[in-house]
């Protein structure tokens, strides 16, 4: 497969997955917005999601209405909804040949939908959850026909470890981001909904209910956001499937490129697989994180170098 289109299938998932995680954070935090929650703030949002922090968060004046504006449909903000899908549709368009017909019309259904002049109206007057749900479900669509369509080949493999690695560096930053708030206000410690949010925006809280009986504690959380082989949004899932999805790129004419990799993605693996929330704790939780992101974008680096031709 010529490193052009590798890079196209890679790129294209990882926007895809960017935009389900972002909406459906979105989603979550603007339900807790009006739950009347004094300190409410959308800045760690806008620091995850669109590389901006406090100055962003001050000029958008923590208005939940105008950070959903810039977050879907800010044309000047890179990392906007529209903007990201925008890239995505470029990249398939550059791989048109190599996917389903039915999924390329997902994908523009997808366009379309966010590029529609009334859903400005509808973030801005109506319910914009509503809003919200209409567009996770178009990525809901496309994750659906991308898995009963694709060819089991190369290319799904890129699109797959692509998705997977977007998947596994978001929910680092959101647990990173989440626990170190507590620093600043140890209560939260304490906060039923704190925690509720930062599940649902993962999508792990039906699964939290089930496997944990004794209530809301960080270190459950902790286990199930990181440690979790059986939860979809952890982080040892993403990397497992990272490799799994990498394995099947061996081929002969790639063997020390392949070796490389496969032993970093590899160590990576370990390093999450043989630790434990006693032992994350003890090494410090954001430093633990700030490594496992490092190593991730590491993976990402690594591909670009050697799968990509530095595209």
Not at 150 to 155: K, L
Not at 232 to 241: D, E
Request: aromatic share 10%.
């Amino acid at each position: 497969m010529l490193s052009r289109v590798a890079a196209s299938f890679y790129w294209l998932s990882r926007y895809i997955e960017r935009s389900d995680g972002m909406l459906r954070m979105l989603k979550i935090n603007y339900a807790s917005s009006q739950d009347a929650m004094q300190e409410f703030t959308w800045e760690p949002v806008i620091r995850i999601f669109a590389g901006s922090g406090e100055e962003e968060t001050e000029k958008l004046d923590n208005n939940s209405r105008a950070v959903l504006k810039y977050m879907v449909i800010g044309k000047d903000n890179p990392n906007s909804i529209v903007n990201i899908i925008t890239l995505a549709r470029e990249n398939a368009r550059g791989v048109q040949e190599h996917i389903p017909k039915d999924l390329w019309q997902c994908l523009n259904e997808y366009y379309h939908t966010v590029k529609e002049p009334r859903l400005e109206r509808a973030l801005q007057r109506e319910d914009p959850i509503g809003t919200l749900d209409v567009l996770i479900k178009q990525v809901m669509l496309y994750y659906g026909t991308a898995e009963i369509t694709m060819e089991r080949g190369e290319g799904r493999s890129f699109m797959n470890i692509g998705k997977y690695l977007e998947r596994a560096i978001q929910s680092v930053d959101i647990l990173d981001t989440k626990f170190g708030s507590i620093d600043d206000n140890p209560d939260l410690l304490t906060d039923t909904s704190y925690w509720k949010h930062l599940l649902q925006s993962l999508g792990g809280y039906e699964l939290y209910l089930k496997t944990y009986r004794e209530g809301f504690e960080s270190s459950n959380i902790l286990e199930q956001v990181v440690l979790n082989n059986d939860f979809p949004r952890s982080v040892i899932y993403s990397v497992n499937n990272i490799q799994r999805y990498f394995d099947r790129l061996k081929d002969d004419s790639n063997l020390e490129d392949y070796r490389e990799m496969s032993f970093q993605i590899g160590r990576l693996q370990s390093r999450i697989k043989y630790s434990s929330v006693r032992t994350i704790e003890e090494e410090g939780l954001h430093l633990f994180l700030t490594q496992i992101r490092k190593e991730l974008y590491g993976i990402g680096n690594s591909l670009n170098e050697h799968y990509f031709a530095n595209s």
